[in-house]
């Protein structure tokens, strides 16, 4: 199994409000695997349904653009620090944890520039 930790973030800063922003320490941690189908484990129910959660949403969408046939995983929640709906970023650390996963399982076809754009569309 392989590990990704993405960080809280926030870009509503004073006048700078979405054109400045800060990575807090707070993280969450999530390990992955191939697997024969999705298997979601460690998340809360409403996260657990793998049609509603914003990683293997994300994680989807990288094999849509780069035109491959998805491969599922084994997503298991490790730690998670970041609360969500509190303006810290919950779901852009959700998105690039996808992004992330689909990159390593097929075999890091994007460089950091390509990930920033996917994460930023």
Same mark, same amino acid.
């Given at each position: 199994m392989k590990v990704v930790r993405t960080f809280a973030t926030s870009a509503n800063i004073g006048p700078g409000f *979405? $054109?400045?922003?800060?990575?807090?320490?707070?993280?969450? *941690?999530? $390990?992955?695997?191939?697997? *024969? $189908?999705? $298997?979601?484990i460690g998340f809360e129910s409403e996260f657990s349904d793998p049609n509603k959660n914003l990683i293997i949403q994300s994680y989807e969408e990288v094999f849509k653009t780069l035109n491959k046939t998805i491969q599922f995983i084994e997503l298991t929640q490790l730690e998670q620090n970041i609360p969500t709906s509190r303006g810290l970023g919950s779901s852009a650390s959700c998105i690039v944890a996808g992004i992330l996963i689909a990159n390593d399982i097929l075999g890091n076809l994007l460089s950091i520039d390509d990930v920033f754009q996917l994460a930023s569309n």
């Open positions: *979405d $054109s400045l922003g800060i990575c807090f320490d707070l993280y969450n *941690d999530y $390990s992955f695997k191939l697997n *024969d $189908s999705y $298997s979601l």
